[in-house]
C-alpha cells in the first residue's frame, strides 16, 4: 500500500484523460525557456560588450555561437531521441544547458563565456528538437493541429517575455542574472518532466543498428560553413576567398552528405521522407516562409529606432503585436486545419504576411507609428497561421516513430532560414545605400543617422520587404500545389486506440 502511495500521482497523471495537458506544460516550460533565455541575452549584449571591452561586432558571437550550434545538433538530438527515446534526451537537454548557464554567469573570461553559450546551443537543440515531437505525440491526431498552434503560443509568449524580464534583470542585478536565471526555471523542468512524461520504448529501437556519425558529421560541417559565409557575407564582401570557400565547403559536404545518407544502413535524415510531395513541398514552404519573416524582426528595430527616431522602449513595444499575434492566431489555425484541412489555412496565413510585406515596401523616413504596428501584427497572424497548419501538414505525412527527426529538421529548417534572411536583408540594404553614395553598411545608419543615410536606407529597406513578400508569394503557391497529404481526420480504428500511442507505461527509457 506504500508503495501505491507512494507511486500514486505520477501513475494518476500518466493514466488521466487529460494526460496531453499535462505534457503539454511539461514541455511548454522548457521551450519557453529556451526561446525567453535566447531573446533575453540579446537584451544583455551591450552590457556583456562594456564589461568584457569587446566590439559589437565581437560580443555578436553569444548569439551567433548559441544559433549554430543549436543549428547544428538539432538533427543528431532528433536522431538520438528516436533511438534512445525522447524523454531521456529532453531532459538531458536541461541539464547540459542548466550547467551551461552556470558556466555563463560565472565566467570571467569572453572565451569561457562564449563557450557556455555553444554548450547551451546543444542544450537548447535536445529541448526543441523533441519538444514538438512530443507534444505532437501526447494528442490524438484529429487534434495535431491544435497541439502545433498551441506551441506556437509558447515560442510567442517566450519572445515577448525574454526582452522583458531580460530587461528588468539586466537594470536591476547585472547581466549575470540573466545566466542564473535560467537555473531555477530548468530544475523546474526537469522534476516536472521526470514525473510527468511516461518512459517511452522506441518504435523501431530493435531494428536500429547505432548512430550515424559520418552523416552526424557530414551534415554539421555543410551547415557551418554555409551559415559562417551568409553570416559574414556582407560585412567581408560576397566575393571575398573565406566566403567563395565557405559556400563552396557547403556544398561538397551537403553532397557528401546525400551520397553517404542514400547507403548508410540507419542514417540520420531518411531521404526517403522526401518523396512525399506534402512532406519536401511543405519543407520548401517552411524555409521560403522564415526567410522572409527573419527580415521583419530584424529590419524593423532599426527602422523604428534611426528612421523615426523612437526610443528603444517605445521600439520594442511597437514590435510587441507581432509575438502577441503569433500566440493567439497560432492555435486558431490549428485548430481550423483540424477541421477543415491544412492547406487553406497555411494559404492564408501566407497571404497576411504577403499583405504585411507589401505594406513595408510603402514606408518611408516619416511613416506613423500605427501603419507599421499593423504591418507587424499582421506579420505575425500570418506566421502564427501558417506555421502551426504547415508544420500539421508535413508531420501528418509521416509515421510517429519518425517524429524526432522529423521536428528536428523542421527547427533546423527555421533556424538556417531564419539566419539567412537576416543575413540577406542586410545584403540587399548595404548594396542599396553603396549605390546612392553612402557607406554600404548599416552600422552607417547607426553612427551618423543623417537625413540622406535614412532614406539610403529606408530605400535599401523596402526593396528587401519586396524581396521578402516574393518568397511569401511563392511559398503561398507550393502551399496550394501540395494538398493534404494524410487525412486530417482519423478512422474509427485509430480513434479506438490510444491517443498517445508512442508512450508506454512499461517501456525503458
Known amino acids: 500500500m506504500k508503495l501505491s502511495l ?6 494518476r497523471i500518466a493514466n488521466s484523460p487529460n494526460y496531453k495537458w499535462w505534457v503539454y506544460v511539461a514541455v511548454a516550460v522548457g521551450v519557453f525557456l529556451t526561446v525567453m533565455d535566447q531573446t533575453g541575452v540579446n537584451i544583455a549584449l551591450p552590457r556583456i560588450a562594456e564589461h568584457f571591452d569587446v566590439d559589437i561586432p565581437t560580443v555578436q558571437w553569444v548569439t551567433l555561437g548559441y544559433v549554430l550550434s543549436t543549428s547544428v545538433m538539432l538533427m543528431p538530438m532528433g536522431r538520438l531521441a528516436d533511438m534512445l527515446g525522447r524523454k531521456r534526451v ?38 526543441q528538437a523533441n519538444g514538438m515531437a512530443m507534444i505532437t505525440e501526447a494528442f490524438p491526431a484529429r487534434e495535431r493541429g491544435k497541439a502545433l498552434g498551441m506551441y506556437m503560443t509558447i515560442i510567442g509568449t517566450g519572445s515577448i517575455s525574454g526582452p522583458v524580464i531580460g530587461g528588468l534583470l539586466v537594470s536591476g542585478l547585472g547581466w549575470r542574472s540573466v545566466f542564473f536565471a535560467a537555473i531555477p526555471v530548468g530544475l523546474i523542468a526537469v522534476v516536472a518532466n521526470m514525473t510527468i512524461l511516461k518512459d517511452r520504448t522506441p518504435a523501431r529501437a530493435g531494428a536500429s543498428r547505432g548512430f550515424d556519425w559520418p552523416g552526424a558529421g557530414l551534415s554539421s560541417g555543410a551547415l557551418v560553413s554555409f551559415l559562417l559565409a551568409m553570416t559574414n557575407g556582407h560585412r567581408l564582401g560576397w566575393d571575398a576567398p573565406p566566403i567563395v570557400g565557405g559556400f563552396v565547403s557547403a556544398v561538397l559536404l551537403l553532397g557528401m552528405f546525400v551520397w553517404w545518407e ?3 544502413a540507419d542514417p540520420m535524415l531518411d531521404l526517403g521522407l522526401f518523396r512525399a510531395k506534402v512532406f519536401s513541398i511543405g519543407v520548401s514552404a517552411r524555409a521560403l516562409s522564415f526567410l522572409a519573416g527573419s527580415a521583419v524582426f530584424f529590419l524593423m528595430p532599426f527602422y523604428l529606432v534611426q528612421v523615426l527616431g523612437y526610443p528603444f522602449s517605445t521600439a520594442g513595444l511597437l514590435m510587441v503585436p507581432g509575438s502577441i499575434a503569433t500566440a493567439i492566431i497560432g492555435p486558431i489555425g490549428g485548430r481550423l486545419s483540424d477541421r477543415v484541412g491544412t492547406r487553406w489555412p497555411a494559404v492564408v496565413g501566407l497571404t497576411l504576411s504577403s499583405t504585411a510585406l507589401l505594406l513595408f515596401t510603402r514606408l518611408d523616413v516619416d511613416s506613423h507609428w500605427a501603419y507599421v504596428s499593423l504591418g507587424i501584427a499582421l506579420a505575425g497572424s500570418g506566421m502564427g497561421m501558417f506555421s502551426a497548419t504547415n508544420t500539421s501538414a508535413v508531420l501528418g505525412s509521416i509515421s510517429r516513430e519518425r517524429y524526432g527527426i522529423a521536428a528536428a529538421f523542421l527547427n533546423l529548417v527555421r533556424t538556417s532560414s531564419n539566419v ?29 543617422g543623417g537625413e540622406g543615410v535614412r532614406a539610403a536606407f529606408v530605400t535599401g529597406l523596402r526593396r528587401a520587404f519586396f524581396v521578402a513578400s516574393s518568397f511569401t508569394l511563392l511559398a503561398l503557391v507550393l502551399s ?27 517501456g525503458k527509457d
Open 420 to 448: 539567412t534572411g537576416v543575413a540577406l536583408a542586410a545584403t540587399i540594404v548595404s548594396v542599396t545605400m553603396g549605390s546612392l553614395g553612402y557607406e554600404p553598411n548599416l552600422g552607417a545608419v547607426v553612427d551618423s
Open 6 to 11: 507512494a507511486i500514486s500521482p505520477s501513475a
Open 90 to 127: 529532453f531532459i538531458s537537454g536541461f541539464l547540459i544547458f542548466m550547467g551551461a548557464a552556470a558556466v555563463g554567469g560565472l565566467a570571467q573570461g569572453y572565451l569561457a563565456l562564449i563557450g557556455a553559450k555553444l554548450a547551451q546551443g546543444v542544450g537548447a537543440a535536445a529541448i
Open 262 to 264: 542514400r547507403r548508410a
Open 480 to 506: 496550394v500545389l501540395r494538398g493534404e497529404g494524410r487525412r486530417t481526420v482519423p478512422s474509427e480504428q485509430e480513434l479506438a486506440s490510444s491517443p498517445h500511442p508512442s508512450y508506454t507505461a512499461g
